[in-house]
């Protein structure tokens, strides 16, 4: 059920009804979901101070990100969204204006739900708000004095506000600082090394790579968010419009 609901809009017809005969199970079949291009514009919010230079490696002949060139803070966020609530997700999606990567189905369905019941009383007690429709990251904790969420937590500057934060010390993990890191189109991570940038310019004319410097702020990283769940090739795909623009 949680696979059909990211992707269908027909959950139980698509989980509980037999499409074989006789005796064979139920199975769930579940529609693909889209690959769209999404791009990210600058980000005019005036408060989104947070931000971090990334440099990006473009062939404007194959109009393909080759890879980025980053220091911590980039490895930080993409790594981030690994621990980053379904909740989360769609209230982020629908805060920025973009469409969810979840679709319209069942997932989406239940978050609209929460909050039509939360506005009517029929959810009593606790935090429904934080803990269903913004939930925090304490869930994931290792300490029991964090299984309810802090409201005057201040969030760490490395999920640049995108993930509600436990306030809890030695619970996120943490990277070495001082090194440089090279993420792949695909999202591919490694440590930068002459291996790890070589391969990319295997065969490769010079002429056509265009180097730029893109500034991430939260703008960039919930269209990264939304990219990553439903594209193989998230960088092309997110940043194609300002390197094609900076190329020219």
């Not at 199975?27 to 230079?53: H, L």
């Not at 005057?152 to 500057?157: I, N, R, T």
């Not at 506000?161 to 695909?186: M, N, P, T, W």
Request: contains cysteine.
């Amino acid at each position: 059920m949680l696979k059909a609901s990211l992707s269908s809009d027909t959950i139980f017809t698509d989980v509980f009804l037999p499409t074989g005969t006789g005796g064979q199970d139920a199975r769930a079949t579940v529609k693909p979901s889209m690959n769209q291009k999404i791009v990210a514009t600058p980000s005019e919010d005036p408060g989104a101070s947070s931000e971090f230079k990334t440099k990006f490696f473009y062939d404007a002949k194959e109009k393909k990100v080759m890879y980025a060139e980053c220091k911590h803070d980039f490895v930080d966020l993409l790594l981030g969204f690994l621990a980053y609530p379904l909740g989360c997700v769609i209230k982020n999606m629908n805060d920025s204006g973009f469409a969810s990567p979840l679709g319209t189905g069942g997932m989406a369905n239940l978050y609209a739900s929460v909050v039509e019941l939360d506005a009517a009383g029929f959810i009593a007690g606790g935090y429904p708000a934080e803990t269903l429709l913004d939930p925090p990251l304490s869930p994931f904790c290792r300490h029991p004095d964090c299984s309810t969420p802090k409201r005057d937590a201040v969030e760490p500057k490395n999920f640049m506000g995108l993930v509600s934060y436990s306030s809890c010390v030695g619970c996120c993990y943490e990277l070495v600082e001082d090194r440089k890191y090279v993420v792949d189109d695909d999202l591919l991570m490694h440590q930068a090394s002459a291996m790890s940038v070589a391969k990319h310019w295997r065969g490769r004319d010079k002429a056509n790579v265009v180097e730029m410097d893109i500034n991430i702020t939260k703008q960039e990283a919930v269209v990264l968010l939304r990219a990553m769940l439903t594209s193989k090739t998230p960088l092309t795909d997110v940043f194609i419009g300002r390197l094609e623009e900076h190329s020219t």
